[in-house]
């Protein structure tokens, strides 16, 4: 008999044990699913009646319109130059296609019934105003860093800008890449939420440079790369990436260009689009000179020059650049009378006449080869899409424009002047399978809409 009271006592308690470890486990599973809700789900936010343009002082319109150029927010979300901020630029990716949305102040389709609450939470934790999460193509990442005073002047000027009705085009995104409440997972992974801290060991101009590049004008978002989902590596930042087609090159010492990229050069090239002794800025960075930072003034520039000459020490490493200057100066004329080397036949025909420097200092007027960054990345990218495209006056020097040779050389014959070029301007080793990659980009180029 005292057996079967044991028995039957510790069956009790053990019924107790597996009651309670049943309610404990139901509890961490509702707080879990608690979590994940919590997580996934971002309440709505009430629709305002869209303000009046007089709501807004004119200084603080003004004052958003710097920070909406800082930003690139025109070239981002204007794929009709006509309707400027209707939204429609496609941005391609491995992922599928995600299209910029109206961000004019139109009340049906664009952001007029937002709040300023609204938008700042956007701006901040990429949610929009119903509460649906953004995809990381908008880069809330780094707008995260931006005050909320400066989110207001923003707000301001995006608010009295000229409404335009143009509903968003659908996402071409494959399923389920196209569930928006995945990127609560994505944010949880990845996204660091918070303002900008300025570092009180630094100066009020490289902060003010770290504020804007950091944040508004997001330069980490083309030139790092990004691992399998789409964030940006934080080991290899500012390591360089492949932007459009392009190769961004990295900001940090890790820099291919042959002279260093010193606080002054830097200066020169972000206010102007060009630097004697690195060239043009084309392709996208073009848009982001001349439609984006040509709005700051000087005083910004120089801080975001002073915050990436520091971040790759460029200033300090900058004392023998008039070497490497005297060398390149040096070579301007290779080519010009080889007349029994088929290779520099073609250069002369195609190049020699723009591409040549008379005096001791290279000149942006007349771009020295040697120098040029192009040539000294680890993939002929770049180099392939200005002979074949050539740069227009919108793009680096006004004064200066470079015809495109994708009608006149065929692609062996691009292959081989930037294998010469390749061969005589630099120390470094040939590239391989140029050809397929003229021809990739060649394509690329006809295919676009």
Not at 14 to 29: I, P, Q, V, Y
Not at 34 to 41: D, H, I, M, N, P
Not at 82 to 87: F, K, L, N, Q, V
Request: hydrophobic share 40%; aromatic share 8%; charged share 15%.
């Amino acid at each position: 008999m005292a057996e079967a009271s044991d028995l039957s006592s510790g069956c009790r308690k053990a019924k107790t044990l597996d009651k309670r470890l049943l309610a404990g486990l139901s509890m961490a599973g509702l707080l879990i699913l608690g979590g994940c809700v919590a997580l996934v789900w971002r309440p709505g936010i009430e629709p305002v009646p869209p303000p009046t343009a007089a709501s807004f002082a004119p200084a603080e319109v003004a004052r958003g319109q710097v920070l909406a150029a800082a930003g690139n927010c025109a070239v981002c979300h204007t794929s009709d130059p006509g309707h400027p901020y209707a939204g429609g630029v496609g941005f391609a990716s491995s992922f599928g296609t995600i299209y910029s949305t109206n961000i004019t102040p139109d009340a049906a389709t664009g952001i007029g019934r937002w709040s300023q609450a609204a938008f700042t939470r956007a701006m901040h934790e990429g949610v929009a105003r119903d509460g649906s999460h953004l995809f990381p193509a908008f880069p809330y990442d780094h707008f995260t860093k931006v005050s909320n005073g400066d989110l207001e002047a923003l707000y301001a000027f995006l608010m009295t800008q000229t409404p335009v009705v143009a509903t968003d085009r659908k996402n071409d995104l494959p399923f389920p890449l196209n569930i928006r409440a995945l990127q609560a997972g994505w944010k949880l992974l990845y996204f660091r939420p918070g303002r900008y801290v300025p570092d009180s060991a630094r100066s009020p101009s490289w902060n003010r440079g770290a504020y804007l590049g950091e944040g508004l004008a997001h330069c980490a978002a083309c030139h790092s790369p990004r691992n399998a989902l789409g964030a940006e590596d934080p080991r290899q930042a500012y390591g360089g990436a492949v932007v459009d087609g392009w190769i961004a090159p990295a900001l940090t010492d890790a820099n291919p260009s042959s002279q260093i990229w010193s606080e002054q050069e830097l200066f020169a090239y972000l206010r102007s689009g060009v630097t004697d002794a690195h060239g043009s800025a084309v392709g996208p960075m073009s848009s982001v000179v001349h439609e984006g930072l040509s709005a700051l003034p000087d005083g910004d520039i120089h801080a975001i020059a002073a915050y990436y000459a520091d971040l790759s020490q460029g200033t300090a490493r900058h004392v023998g650049n008039s070497a490497g200057i005297d060398r390149s100066i040096k070579t301007s004329d290779v080519g010009v009378g080889q007349v029994n080397d088929v290779d520099a036949r073609l250069y002369v025909a195609a190049c020699a006449a723009c591409h040549y420097s008379s005096g001791p200092d290279p000149t942006a007027q007349r771009p020295d080869l040697a120098l040029n960054s192009a040539l000294r990345l680890d993939q002929p990218t770049n180099l392939i899409q200005v002979v074949l495209h050539g740069v227009g006056a919108a793009e680096g020097d006004p004064l200066v424009m470079m015809p495109g040779f994708a009608g006149a050389l065929s692609d062996a014959d691009i292959t081989r002047l930037i294998a010469y070029l390749r061969r005589t301007r630099t120390g470094l080793p040939p590239w391989a399978d140029v050809e397929p990659q003229v021809a990739m980009i060649r394509k690329a180029r006809t295919q676009a809409p």
